[in-house]
């Protein structure tokens, strides 16, 4: 009964990710070519997993039933005129690598690509509602996913990841992991 359940969950967000996948391509998000700017030097890739409304989900993510949460901190710490061209780029992990989901680029998660300028001393969040937002999920009908966030740029940035895990206590979401990762530059040749 419950790998039932594991099949019809991944199948659920399978065809969720296609349909966000052809609306991308509507909208010219999706990229189908080399997006990045040769200015760009710095690799950052940063794991994200978002599952807030039901502990039981989590389950279709291959994790122990729970709610979890990232919170992406991005800064610009140059004082100067730099500001930070960056691209981020989103990408989809598919259960089981499921030959039915169409190619899009070099391979055959989905991802989407934004553009976006960070000025000097300034910063940005990325967190679960945003990333949810990206992927078009209609609420409630999926809830969860996982992926990777992948940021590139011109200058080095601050970049910080925040994992909470939590579990329900008295029928009430309650914290029960918190965990902090600053994330390493990777250098970068497009």
């Known amino acids: ?8 969950l991944h199948a659920i967000l399978a065809a969720v990710v ?3 996948v052809a609306s991308f391509t509507l909208l010219g998000v999706v990229a189908l070519s080399n997006p990045l700017p040769a200015s760009h030097k710095f690799v950052y890739s940063i794991k994200f997993i978002c599952n807030a409304l039901n502990p039981y989900d989590a389950q279709g993510l291959g994790l122990a039933p729970g709610f979890y949460y990232t919170d992406i901190n991005v800064h610009n710490p140059s004082f100067a005129k730099h ?21 899009v680029g070099a391979s055959p998660n989905p991802y989407l690509v934004i553009p976006v300028t960070l000025g000097t001393d300034a910063a940005m969040r990325l ?6 937002s990206l992927l078009q999920v209609p609420q409630p009908s999926l809830t969860y996913a996982k992926g990777f966030v992948i940021l590139y740029t011109n200058i080095k940035l601050d970049v910080v990841a925040e994992y909470t895990a939590g579990a329900l206590v008295a029928g009430l979401p309650s914290v029960v992991s918190l965990d902090t990762q600053y994330i390493q530059p990777q250098s970068f040749t497009p």
């Open 127 to 132: 967190d679960c509602t945003y990333i949810m």
């Open 18 to 20: 296609v349909i966000s």
């Open 83 to 103: 500001n930070a061209t960056i691209t981020q780029k989103l990408v989809v992990a598919l259960p089981d690598a499921s030959p039915s989901i169409p190619y």
């Open 1 to 8: 009964m419950e790998v039932l359940r594991t099949r019809k």
